[in-house]
């Protein structure tokens, strides 16, 4: 029997056909001790014949955290409703709490490190990705 869900998170059928592009992570760099906030952004068009609603998810994995983490933490998501060839831009808004973590002393705390964010229709379908840089200083 395989590890793998049979239906995983998000999935979903649809009568049409979506691409994601364009994705954009500003700023790609933060300081682990100034909150601010995150802009993402991508491209997301209806490539099939029919008018369809697709739910854009972003999942947020920090590469290597001080503790163990969840390969991927949906942090996100946004159903869009377009018309076939209609193309739009997704934009989500991440505060510095999308990236905090508890410690071993049960403590909210960001580590510095890489996360790698993900977009897509499910959390296997990941179409889009992007790094987002943690700093200490």
């Known amino acids: 029997m395989p590890g793998s869900p049979l239906y995983p998170f998000g999935y979903g059928l649809s009568y049409t056909d979506f691409k994601y592009s364009n994705m954009h992570i500003d700023p790609e760099r933060m300081s682990v001790s100034t909150p ?3 802009q993402v952004s991508v491209d997301i068009e209806n490539t099939g014949r029919r008018a369809g609603v697709e739910t854009v998810q972003l999942y947020v994995h920090e590469r290597f955290a001080p503790i163990s983490t969840p390969v991927k933490q949906l942090r996100a998501f946004q159903r869009v409703a377009l018309e076939p060839g209609q193309k739009k831009t997704v934009a989500f808004a991440l505060s510095h709490d999308d990236f905090v973590l508890l410690d071993q002393g049960m403590l909210w705390m960001l580590a510095p490190g890489t996360f790698d964010i993900m977009i897509g ?9 992007g790094t987002l840089e943690a700093t200490s200083n």
């Not at 229709?121 to 990705?129: E, F, H, I, Q, T």
């Open 36 to 38: 601010m906030r995150t």
């Open 121 to 129: 229709n499910s959390s296997a379908g990941v179409a889009v990705k």
